[in-house]
């Protein structure tokens, strides 16, 4: 994993109000850590595929798409 993927994954962890359910979408997490939107959309894209990440909501379901930090995403930046 390079920087700025460790430092998306510890942000949407960090915003998480549970566990397993986060209510910021991209823009926040990018906003959050201090990075680049598109950038920050691209490395979502990418932990979602990947399997770091769980959807709470899609944009067909509430006009955002917002993630949390699923266990195995959780294990590799430390906090399971």
Known sequence: MNE???RVMNAIFSLSDEIEYNIYEA???AEYAQMDADEVHKIIKELYDEGYLGEC???EDDGFD????????RTLIGME
């Open 66 to 73: 917002t993630f949390y930090l699923n266990k195995k995403g």
């Open 4 to 6: 700025s993927t460790l």
């Open 27 to 29: 823009v926040d997490i």
């Open 57 to 59: 909501m899609t944009v």
